[in-house]
């Protein structure tokens, strides 16, 4: 006999395929459905009538019209259920929109002070996520979930956030609990790099891999990793922080306290502390480097304009930087093996002047039966993408659905 809870589960779990499957390859046919699902067809058309009916699908149009029932699309209702992804970055707070087929249907920022106390940078993720609730015309009730990807430490048992290297101020924040209390709704949060492993996993280059690894240079820098299509945090939330890893004994002093680390040579913050650093004459090869003193080193564009006009100076930090950050995923790829390494951050921008000198320290460093595949993310902020896709894996995972305006209980799994 099928215990009645054992039915339950087997239920939402057919559920859960056919809204997996439309969330795909929709819009589909019933027919089409029992194919890619397996089901039987009684169970297709008896669990695509509830979804139906709790306005989860919905019936797009006929697709052929010969002898017999016509045939009518299916596919899901992308009215109801939006997913807020937030990104507390180093000097912005980001924020973006997705629909259930993790379309991005907007994306926004908001300048952030490092430097501000913790109440400031919680008041500024309230602004971020009111910006995209506002802006793409979403309320609150149709709102699945919140996702948040935030740097530094964070405990995932107690949703507090330790600290952020960049943010002197922000120390033991109650952040989960001050989300829910302003939004009550589901609410997810997890450290800037496991979210930007996600992003690549459901959006970005690494759609197909299964065991990879993502290194992001920012004003920081940080590695995401995916074994075997499962993130690994580490005992205590803490893994994949390469850029403390100490490549330099004799470098600079870093944001932790330590001399030496990765981030303090490698990272965008520290390449712009160099290049400020130069005088603001005539380069060596004649050409004047308009952009130097006068503080106009404000970010990566500025030094890339500076590179190509051929400035030695700034190409030789830019090949500095590269050699640094190769001995980082030199160390990388002996640990982990992964299938490819995927760079992103503004850095990236630069990856003409750093990937001959990246790419030689890579080599050097690697232990050389190691695979060495490096790629450059297609996506604009795969981050805070992935931060929203917490919510979309709970959404197909876990049946986090709302139902729609005929049905009561909104905020309730739809599934249940």
């Not at 087997?10 to 499957?21: G, H, S």
């Not at 992001?216 to 850029?243: C, K, P, Q, T, W």
Request: glycine residues 10%; charged residues 20%.
């Amino acid at each position: 006999m099928i215990h009645i809870n054992d039915q339950k589960a087997l239920r939402v779990n057919n559920q859960l395929t056919i809204l997996n499957v439309l969330r795909n390859q929709g819009p589909l046919s019933r027919k089409l459905l029992q194919d890619k699902t397996g089901l039987s067809w009684g169970t297709i058309t008896h669990l695509t009538g509830e979804l139906v009916e709790l306005e989860i699908i919905r019936e797009t149009g006929i697709v052929s019209a010969h002898v017999g029932r016509p045939a009518v699309n299916l596919d899901l209702n992308t009215d109801d259920n939006y997913a807020v992804g937030i990104w507390m970055g180093n000097a912005r707070v980001h924020g973006t929109l997705l629909d259930l087929k993790g379309r991005q249907l907007l994306d926004r920022s908001l300048p952030l002070d490092p430097s501000a106390d913790a109440e400031e940078i919680v008041k500024r993720i309230f602004d971020a996520v009111d910006t995209v609730m506002s802006e793409g015309s979403i309320s609150p009730a149709h709102v699945a979930g919140i996702g948040c990807a935030v740097p530094g430490s964070y405990n995932p048992e107690t949703g507090i956030c330790a600290y952020a290297p960049n943010h002197p101020k922000w120390r033991d924040v109650p952040l989960l609990s001050r989300i829910l209390d302003r939004y009550d709704r589901p609410t997810y949060i997890d450290h800037d790099m496991n979210c930007c492993v996600l992003g690549e996993y459901l959006f970005g280059a690494a759609r197909r891999l299964t065991t990879f690894v993502c290194v992001n240079v920012e004003g920081g820098i940080g590695a995401g990793i995916m074994i075997d299509g499962r993130i690994y945090r580490g005992v205590n939330n803490s893994a994949g922080e390469l850029g403390h890893i100490r490549v330099h004994p004799q470098g600079p002093r870093c944001n932790c306290g330590k001399v030496g680390c990765l981030e303090s040579v490698a990272s965008v913050g520290a390449l712009l502390a160099r290049a400020r650093e130069l005088p603001g004459v005539p380069g060596r090869d004649g050409s004047l480097a308009a952009d130097r003193g006068a503080g106009r080193y404000d970010d990566i564009d500025a030094l890339i304009r500076t590179a190509d006009r051929g400035d030695r100076d700034i190409l030789s930090l830019f090949e500095e930087v590269g050699h640094y950050l190769g001995m980082g995923i030199g160390i990388l790829v002996t640990l982990f093996n992964p299938e490819t390494v995927i760079l992103s951050g503004s850095l990236c921008r630069a990856k003409d002047f750093l990937w001959s000198s990246m790419s030689a320290s890579l080599n050097e460093n690697a232990w050389p039966y190691s695979r060495t595949d490096v790629r450059f993310t297609t996506l604009e902020n795969g981050i805070v993408r992935g931060a929203a896709g917490m919510v979309l894996q709970e959404v197909f995972m876990n049946a986090l659905l709302i139902r729609g305006d005929k049905h009561p209980g909104r905020a309730t799994l739809a599934l249940e």
